[in-house]
């Protein structure tokens, strides 16, 4: 039997682990950032959740700034050519910003339940 509603589910776990904000043990994700329209072990309605822009604003400013940095790091550093660059960002920036994406998503929608719970349903 799910947890009551109002049990404390940590927002970093449930955000980490992808899991439902109410209950703590259904999947969040039905793909890879595809939302389930409800939690298959509480049943709690998570097609009213509104992540919006959010997460990704988030990661094309953390991840970003952190690429510039290491890009401008490894020019001054080693001098490689161009298509040293070209090869290397996007293979590093792809999967850090997928990897980013998750659970800062999870994190928006569990936040999102324990602030804004009457918006999202019961």
Known sequence: MPPA???A????WA?????CPRCGQGKLFAGL???RPACPVCGLD????????GP???VILVLGAVIVVL?????FTFSPPLWVHAVLWPVVT???AIAMMRPLKAALIVLQYRYRRTEMGP
Not at 46 to 53: E, I, R, W
Not at 71 to 75: G, I
Request: cysteine-free; hydrophobic content about 60%; proline content about 9%.
């Open 5 to 7: 509603p109002d049990a």
């Open 9 to 12: 589910i940590s927002p970093i």
């Open 15 to 19: 955000a980490l682990a992808g899991r």
């Open 33 to 35: 950032l595809t939302v």
């Open 46 to 53: 998570l097609s009213a959740h509104d992540a919006g822009d």
């Open 56 to 58: 990704a604003v988030a």
């Open 71 to 75: 890009a401008f790091w490894v020019e």
């Open 94 to 96: 792809v999967p850090l």
